[in-house]
Structures are given as C-alpha cells and as structure tokens.
C-alpha cells in the first residue's frame, strides 16, 4: 500500500479580518458519513453564525465543498484547494463565518477563506500513513539505553518494556527501516539481539 498524509489530527485556527470573523477546522475523517456527522455537529454548535463553508477529501476517491451561502467559488473550492496543494487526505474541514458587517469582496473571501484552511491545517499538523512494523527484541539490561537509541535513530517508536532477566521492549517502526535497524542492533550486541516480528500495520507515524 502506498504512503499518503493525513492531518495529524483534529485542530482549530482563528482568523479575523474586517471585523468578520473565521473560525477553521480541521478533523480526520476516513467516511462520508463520519464527515456529515461532524459538520452537523459543527452547524449546531455554530448555528448564530452567517456561514458555516466546508469541504472533505476522501483516500477512497470522494471529495465535496460547499459555499454555503457565500458567492459561488469563494470559499469551498479555496479550501479544498489548500488540502490538494499539501496532498493531504481523509480530512473534513469547516469554516464558520461570523459576519463583521463589512463586505471583503470575492478576492477578500477567496483569501480568508484559504487562509482560516491553511491555519487549521497548520495547527493539526500532517502525518504520514505508510506500513510499519510491530516487533520485540530482548535486551540485558547494559544494552538497553543503546537499544533505545538505535530503534529511535530509525524513526522507531517504542511502546512497552517489560523488566525480567533481561528487558523485551515492544516498538515499531517503518517497514524500510527493518534491515538497517536489525544491522545496527546485530553490530551493538555482537549478534545476539535479533528483533522478532509481532505483525505488519498501516498508520500515522
């Protein structure tokens, strides 16, 4: 399967210009029906506002934006337009406008708009989904802080350590990384921690 990005997760950005007021956020969707329900949620939540604009882009193929009431083109469209620039994907974002009274003009809504998208996104951050590997290795004790280190310098990530006669950390990592971390702990330990692999996952880094 093929790394793609993802937001990192759900966030929210503000942004104030002539007095309107743009409230962005961005959340994980992977479902159409996860994204409706959450900007239902958003509309209800933000039901005083003027306009509550959103777009949604799906790994599996859908994507949909919405102006709600603004001037077609000035709002959706710029906003989904932010998450296809970054490649970024399974991410509903919601734009609520609370309106100061003064007119920003087609260029003005296309800027705040992307804008108020861009901050949000900022805000969530973005992760990369690509295969990792779940594995154990034991280690004595004298050997352990460098094992750490070793599975850290490969963008590993360790997840449990359990203290016996000798420690069985439990970490992942990126499936490219296996053979360079598995030579490096071979060369710290003279051959004698070989890591065992538990299974193969998809996720965020």
Same mark, same amino acid.
């Given at each position: 399967?093929? &790394?793609?990005?993802?937001?990192? #997760?759900?966030?929210?950005?503000? /942004?104030?210009?002539?007095?309107?007021?743009?409230?962005?956020?961005?959340?994980?969707?992977?479902?159409?029906?996860?994204?409706?329900?959450?900007?239902?949620?958003?509309? !209800?939540?933000?039901?005083?506002?003027?306009?509550? @604009?959103? @777009?949604?882009?799906?790994?599996?193929?859908?994507?949909?934006?919405?102006? &709600?009431?603004?001037?077609?083109?000035?709002?959706?469209?710029?906003?989904?337009?932010?998450?296809?620039?970054?490649?970024?994907?399974? =991410?509903?974002? *919601?734009?609520? !406008? /609370?309106?100061?009274?003064?007119?920003?003009?087609?260029? #003005?809504?296309?800027?705040?708009?992307?804008?108020?998208?861009?901050?949000?996104?900022?805000?969530?951050?973005?992760?990369?989904?690509?295969?990792?590997?779940?594995?154990?290795?034991?280690?004595?004790?004298?050997?352990?802080?460098? *094992?750490?280190?070793?599975?850290?310098?490969?963008?590993? =990530?360790?997840? &449990?350590?359990? /203290?016996?006669?000798?420690?069985?950390?439990?970490?992942?990592?990126?499936?490219?990384?296996?053979?360079?971390? !598995?030579?490096?702990?071979?060369?710290?330990?003279?051959?004698?921690?070989?890591?065992?692999?538990?299974?193969?996952?998809?996720?965020? #880094?």
């Amino acid at each position: 399967m093929e &790394d793609y990005l993802v937001p990192g #997760g759900q966030a929210q950005a503000e /942004y104030i210009e002539k007095k309107s007021r743009f409230i962005g956020q961005v959340f994980p969707v992977t479902t159409e029906q996860e994204a409706k329900a959450i900007l239902e949620r958003v509309r !209800r939540q933000h039901y005083d506002a003027r306009h509550n @604009c959103w @777009c949604y882009i799906l790994k599996s193929g859908q994507k949909r934006y919405s102006d &709600d009431g603004e001037p077609q083109g000035t709002a959706g469209q710029p906003m989904l337009n932010v998450f296809e620039r970054e490649h970024v994907v399974d =991410v509903l974002c *919601v734009v609520t !406008r /609370y309106f100061g009274g003064i007119l920003l003009g087609a260029g #003005g809504l296309c800027r705040a708009y992307t804008k108020a998208a861009k901050d949000a996104l900022d805000a969530a951050g973005i992760c990369k989904m690509q295969p990792w590997l779940r594995q154990t290795v034991s280690a004595p004790y004298a050997l352990f802080e460098r *094992v750490k280190l070793l599975i850290a310098a490969q963008a590993g =990530v360790l997840e &449990d350590a359990q /203290y016996g006669a000798e420690i069985l950390a439990t970490y992942r990592i990126p499936a490219g990384a296996d053979e360079a971390l !598995r030579t490096a702990l071979r060369e710290a330990s003279s051959g004698t921690i070989t890591p065992q692999l538990l299974e193969e996952i998809f996720c965020a #880094g």
